[in-house]
């Protein structure tokens, strides 16, 4: 399998199943295109004539073929026979979102948590389930060394002290058990202070600051339970805890709605103000709601990440550059085969606890009575559902099948196929045509990096 795409006079090819990305002048373009179309040598030949001199076209084609017997056009699929035995293999836990706080001081519209609540009610998770989450994690962790811990809420800051106290202990039980503990943090910056700012650089691996880009964007879905905005509060916060951070992980994310459909201008708000690592993402919410995304926005997103890959691109070129989460993919190595085909792993080797303890497949699902999948004191008891989880992968999923950039985002989420169509193994589509769209900016903003090198 093949995709092919223009941006901005460059022919690129995906060969799919290799990951090979080419490069390629007019002729070989075309060439390919009809090849992929099963037309013989002589039909492009008939085809082409009239553009091409026919020593041109001799040339494209031994050289598509040496391509191709290297491996890096028109390979097979070697993944599909494999991916039955990713069923089979051992289920280990690698990774917590621990929902330390059920409340939330900001009342951000789009929230799919109900201002940290989970339709429940509000609650903050003690030390004991806190602790309990950690002795978990490294019971069913198996032979695994490094383990992943993320603190979410709600506004994880509102229960700052078992964030710490939790932290110190995870660290002292990381000799014992050959444990390497990794902890993240979100937070809307509301609480933030020069003692939870030094904590957190000298402690978490990486933080997610949330904040939507401009500042009229970022009051109008973010405000504060007085209504009044949040951008003055936690901007100069946000700013003073990256230039503390100096080196290490951050990003700042956003998400845009049907109200900011320019959503390039907050992330080049954002770049603006001294933020280099940088994450908007499309909101995912039921067509009613007034700033869901719908169908017919979609051709204007599509044309705005391209606009934001060229404006990208030149700035790197003039040393201003800036990293773009979902512009950020690995063309050499990349995630391993399993991630690949399987995603973030949801629901066996990913999971996220309540307040109280109960287990779910992630932070999205949780509050679903449907999807708790046990507690800390049980384990996990609905072992049809994590089967379930474990067995989803692009091969599950049909649409996902024919689909060219099913390695890339490896089947989408599953909470958004779950909320659009009640079922894990389908697509949300509007979401496909947003990554795939992604894919190719990030795959065409590398090309202009080796073309200037």
Known sequence: ???QYKMNGMNLVIDVNSGAIHLFDACSYEYIELLNQECSHEQIMQQLKNTYPEADLLEVKNEIQTLIDEKVLFTQDEYQKVVDTFGERETVVKALCLHVAHDCNLACQYCFAEEGEY????SIMSLDVAKKSIDYLIANSGQRKNLEVDFFGGEPLMNFDVVKETV???KKLEEANNKKFRFTITT???????????????HMYNVVLSCDGRKEVHDYMRPASNKKGSYDLVIPKFKELVKQRGEKSYYIRGTFTHHNLDFAEDVLHMANEGFKEISVEPVVAPLEESYAIQKEDIAQLLKEYERLADIMAERKQENKGFNFFHFMIDLTGGPCVAKRLTGCGAGFEYLAVTPQGDLYPCHQFVGMDQFKMGDLDTGLV?????????????YSKKACQSCWAKFYCSGGCSANAYNFHGSITEA????????KKRVECAIYMRACELVAE
């Open 1 to 3: 399998m093949i995709h």
């Open 119 to 122: 339709h429940g009610d509000r």
């Open 168 to 170: 110190y202990y995870a």
């Open 188 to 202: 809307n910056g509301v609480l933030l202070d020069q003692d939870k700012m030094d904590f957190i650089n000298e």
């Open 382 to 394: 609905n072992l049809r559902m994590q089967k379930e989880f474990k067995g989803c992968n692009v």
């Open 428 to 435: 949300y589509e509007m979401g496909c045509e947003l990554e």
